[in-house]
């Protein structure tokens, strides 16, 4: 029973250990592809956001993505509104949500390049 005792109090010190490295570690080193289930170095990434394992594409904005096919783009119909025609419930929520983080008033963006 001893031995139980000693080796349980040697795991909760590693525990411990364990976890105030993790602390040390900053969040984003590291990013996992979902398509091949690969971790890698957040710089290995590159410019496109693609993954150097797989080529798998990660998410990107819509004006990043502007940015790298056109040198300049004029945006039209930027006061357009969405509405709720159909009374989803909690559906102005979900558009207000998704309009902070896209800065965007509409799912499409339109323009000239």
């Known amino acids: 029973m001893q031995l ?3 080796v349980r109090q ?3 010190a ?3 250990y364990n976890q105030a490295s993790r602390k040390k570690v900053p969040d984003g ?3 996992a592809c979902p398509k091949c ?3 890698f170095y957040h710089k290995e990434i590159g410019l496109y956001r693609v993954c150097p394992l797989c080529g798998y ?3 990107t904005r819509a004006k990043t993505r502007l940015a790298w096919l056109a040198a300049d783009f004029q945006p039209l119909d930027t006061t357009l509104k969405t509405i709720n025609p159909l009374k989803f419930p909690k559906y102005p929520q979900k558009v207000k949500q ?3 983080i896209t800065e965007l008033n509409d799912s499409v963006l339109t323009g000239i390049a």
């Open 4 to 6: 139980f005792n000693a």
């Open 10 to 12: 040697i795991g909760k």
């Open 14 to 16: 590693h525990l411990k």
């Open 29 to 31: 080193l590291w990013i």
């Open 37 to 39: 289930q690969q971790s």
């Open 57 to 59: 594409g990660f998410r």
């Open 98 to 100: 998704a309009q902070q």
